[in-house]
């Protein structure tokens, strides 16, 4: 592996080499720690990356799927149009929202013009936001910018404060510019700040039910966080909030109300996490609903922190019936994909969470890496106080919350645990802690930050993997090589694939992509004879 990695450096000018050694770490039985990889930081000018910019991360990742609020895309009209409905995270009516408050699938953009960006596109701005409050009397508007916003100056916080006190709902301001950060991830924390300084905290009915839990950092792609709320359910707990896929505004204002919340994409909402820790005493706990043993060990760590027998043996009943109902099926598609070996590139965290899903199938990933994660979605949160902030991080402001006053409390007392039980359960269960992708990963096997077009090619060619995991652009290099590739943010038009249903769901797709006959007929590149160059252009006429 080491030569590999030494093959594909000499091909790099030397900063570029020095640069790109930082992202890439081989796991060693010898390292007792993860050694520090490079990451959250610039990727180098020219190469292709597959990242996305932080309006991505603030508008499409985080904000738009509060189905009850308008999200406008304040900037050129290709912005909104190209993050509409891509992402495929689903919302429906339900007891707090109905049909017609919904407006996730919708588009809402100012479509900037040349004229608005010379003389400025704050007056079209609250004109729009009057135009949709007569229209559609939404609970509440989302405005978030765009580079050229940001570049010509457009005060949207004023807009946002004066139309909430001409329409008496809330209009939030998210100055969420594309170039804020190094990638969508900075669009990440701006979203978790302003919807934890004016939203969270804002409710004071709690739903009724013993267990109220909120999954945070589940957008529903494809119904993932459907399935996950009926397992829940299932189990006896009362979900407030899945936020914010298929979330409402109303849910959201009453997350402290909660005894736990639970934390699937860590990446992106782990400052929320953070945040009501500090300010409401709300414990976390990290958990995995992609993968059955990963769903399965998830449930029983949860129903731990309540300590309540009934929880425990309703949690146990669940596991043994979903399982028994899903095994014989998983079983034939093991023999297809058992095995196999497999890449996955993901944006920040599902590179990680998948690695259990195929282990229960007997794939292995060998190379697994993230777009625009942190050191602590690879280290483990405990290098969280080393990570130097550079310009670019001190670009979104860390918020620095105090314990209310009125509201906190001590995290025992949400579990009904005394401060005894508390300690020990946290010898038990890992609250308030991620321990990143690494301690999941297999002696030589390969981690690599912000891979590139280049990198994917070279590690293809060397490892021929059997399947490849990854987004929507750099699926056809791996498919143009002959290698079948399955695209895992939007899961292009399939899903759910957490929880049990979704196990069945995924193994079905990867077991029909493995043996589909498509792949046979591909002559890579490089196994292809060399056409002597006659100087004539193919086509030309
Ligand atoms: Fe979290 Fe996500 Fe992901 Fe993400 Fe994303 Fe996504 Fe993703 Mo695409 S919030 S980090 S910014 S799990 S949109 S639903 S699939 S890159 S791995």
Redesign the pocket.
């Known amino acids: 592996m080491d030569t590999t990695l030494e093959e594909l450096y000499t091909q790099y000018p030397d900063t570029v080499k020095k640069n790109r050694k930082k992202h890439i770490v081989i796991k060693s039985e010898a390292d007792v720690a993860c050694p520090q990889i490079e990451a959250n930081t610039r990727t180098i000018p020219g190469i292709i990356s597959q990242r996305g910019c932080a309006y991505a991360?603030c508008k499409?990742?985080v904000v738009a799927p509060i189905k009850d609020m308008i999200t406008i895309t304040h900037g050129p009209v290709g912005c909104g149009y190209y993050s509409w409905g891509t992402?495929r995270n689903k919302a429906r009516a339900d007891s707090t929202t109905p049909k017609d408050k919904i407006y996730s699938q919708l588009c809402f953009t100012t479509d900037m013009q040349e004229p608005d960006i010379v003389f400025g596109g704050d007056k079209k701005l609250a004109r729009m936001i009057d135009e949709i409050v007569a229209a559609f009397h939404p609970r509440g508007i989302n405005i978030c910018s765009t580079c050229p916003i940001g570049l010509i100056g457009d005060d949207i916080g004023a807009v946002a404060k004066a139309a909430t006190e001409r329409h008496g709902i809330q209009v939030l301001a998210y100055a969420c510019e594309g170039y804020k950060g190094v990638s969508?991830s900075a669009g990440?924390h701006i979203a978790n700040n302003t919807i934890m300084q004016n939203v969270i905290g804002k409710g004071n009915e709690r739903k009724p039910g013993k267990h109220v839990i909120n999954v945070l950092?589940e957008?529903n792609?494809g119904g993932d966080g459907w399935e996950q709320e009926r397992i829940l359910k299932d189990c006896g707990y009362t979900v407030n909030c899945v936020m914010t896929g298929d979330a409402s505004y109303e849910d959201i204002k009453n997350l402290h109300l909660a005894d736990l919340n639970l934390v699937q994409?860590h990446?992106?909402i782990n400052y929320i996490a953070e945040m009501m820790e500090t300010k409401y005493g709300t414990p976390w706990l990290k958990v995995n609903f992609v993968g059955v043993e990963a769903t399965n060990e998830s449930l029983r760590q949860m129903a731990k922190c309540f300590s309540d027998p009934e929880l425990e043996k309703q949690t146990e009943e669940v596991i043994a019936r979903e399982t028994a109902r899903i095994e014989p099926a998983l079983e034939q598609f093991r023999k297809i994909c058992r095995g196999k070996k497999a890449f996955a590139f993901?944006?920040?965290?599902?590179?990680h969470h998948y690695q259990h899903l195929l282990k229960d199938l007997g794939m292995e990933v060998v190379v697994a890496g993230y777009?625009f994660a942190h050191r602590d979605d690879y280290e483990g949160r405990q290098v969280i106080p080393t990570i130097k902030s550079d310009a670019d991080s001190k670009n979104i402001p860390e918020l620095h919350l105090k314990a209310d006053e009125k509201l906190y409390r001590e995290g025992n007392e949400y579990l009904n645990l005394s401060k005894e039980q508390f300690e020990a359960l946290k010898k038990e269960v890992p609250l308030n802690y991620y321990e990143g992708m690494y301690p999941d990963m297999k002696n030589g096997d390969i981690m690599i930050d912000d891979c590139n077009h280049y990198e994917l090619e070279e590690l293809i060619k060397k490892l021929r993997p059997d399947l490849i995991f990854t987004g929507v652009r750099d699926k056809y290099i791996a498919e143009k090589m002959g290698i079948p590739a399955k695209q895992?943010?939007s899961y292009d038009y399939a899903g759910p694939y957490a929880g049990y249903n979704g196990a069945i769901n995924f193994a079905n797709d990867v077991a029909h992509t493995l043996t589909t006959p498509a792949w046979k007929m591909i002559v890579p590149p490089w196994e292809r004879i060399e056409e002597p160059d006659t100087g004539k252009q193919e086509g030309a006429n």
Do not use: D, P, T
């Open positions: 991360g499409g990742v992402r969508q990440h950092g957008y792609i994409c990446r992106s993901v944006g920040g965290s599902r590179s777009e895992m943010h």
